[in-house]
């Protein structure tokens, strides 16, 4: 059975920084795509860094550019994502997905397996 366990959420203050983590079990890590998307409330959910664990090619959203990196520990099977200058739009849910292709970055479509998600909101 495939899992995807979030953790890491919480309040932060703008302009600071936050590390989620996600960990994984049931699939191949090293064939799989990680990916890290958000839903804000009133809009719908978003990729905002996935990451292929095949050739480790990322895509990131031009609104987290530069600020949101992925990274993963593959011996610990945890994908990672850390989030610096954090802005009061990163506020939502932050879900971890696994995709077995990579399909155009975030393209969610590609993503069949998702974790239950964790809260983070970033206050003024």
């Known amino acids: 059975e495939v899992q995807l366990v979030e953790s890491g959420g919480g309040l932060v203050q703008t302009g600071g920084s936050l590390r989620l983590s996600c960990a994984t079990s049931?699939?191949?890590?090293?064939?799989?795509?990680i990916g890290w998307f958000r839903k804000a409330p009133g809009k719908e959910r978003e990729g905002v860094s996935c990451?292929?664990?095949?050739?480790?090619?990322?895509f990131s959203p031009d609104s987290v550019k530069g600020r949101f990196t992925i990274s993963s520990d593959k011996a610990k099977r945890k994908v990672y994502l850390q989030m610096n200058s954090l802005k009061a739009a990163g506020t939502g849910v932050y879900f971890c997905?696994?995709?077995?292709?990579w399909g155009s970055g975030c393209a969610i479509a590609y993503f069949g397996f998702w974790g239950q998600g964790t809260q983070f909101t970033v206050s003024s």
């Open positions: 997905a696994a995709a077995a292709v």
């Open positions: 049931g699939f191949i890590f090293d064939d799989f795509t």
């Open positions: 990451m292929s664990n095949v050739d480790g090619r990322t």
